[in-house]
């Protein structure tokens, strides 16, 4: 089965980040060439697993629960915008960023230690915390949905307690990814 592991966003974070998502599709002319994150798939991702099987899924929640027990809950600010690769005129990911992360990446390189010890791969890449809000399957009409991410590059989306990390399974499905949840760990 396909899983990660994320921090849910409160509903009022998703309602702000929905709300920003329509304005930019409507300045990308409604464009299907844009795959939008849908408001119940926005998430924080701190470490896909790929595919594992069942004997792994109790190792895991183990790990997560280790880990959640050395870690407070801690607030996150969703801050400014952007996208992969940056400043480019042909972007694949745009994204919302997060501000203030020291706790939150103190948090995701425990995460990558403890379960580096189940043979899960760290990251080659540096973690970069933000919240993908669309994928850009074919770069057309793109300008002034850009132009607005760069006018929102220190717009603010609200602030959360983060109390808890989350098991994710995820359905690939042709209208989407599904996710459901596997197990829930409060931070102590």
Do not use: C
């Amino acid at each position: 089965m396909r899983t990660f592991i994320a921090i849910e966003l409160d509903n009022e974070i998703k309602n702000n980040l929905s709300s920003f998502v329509s304005k930019l599709d409507k300045l990308a002319k409604g464009s299907r060439h844009i795959r939008w994150v849908k408001p119940e798939g926005m998430h924080l991702t701190l470490k896909f697993l790929v595919e594992i099987t069942g004997e792994k899924v109790e190792e895991v929640e183990n790990i997560l629960k280790a880990v959640s027990e050395k870690h407070k809950p801690f607030a996150l600010k969703f801050k400014g915008t952007g996208s992969f690769p940056p400043a480019s005129r042909n972007p694949r990911v745009l994204w919302v960023g997060i501000e203030e992360v020291e706790t939150l990446k103190a948090l995701q390189f425990h995460l990558e230690g403890e379960l580096e010890k189940l043979d899960f791969p760290r990251e080659k890449r540096k973690f970069h915390p933000h919240l993908t809000l669309g994928r850009v399957k074919i770069p057309t009409q793109l300008e002034e949905a850009i132009s607005q991410l760069e006018k929102s590059k220190e717009s603010s989306f609200g602030e959360m307690q983060v109390n808890k990390l989350t098991f994710f399974q995820s359905i690939l499905k042709p209208t989407g990814a599904e996710y459901s949840v596997l197990y829930e760990s409060e931070l102590k």
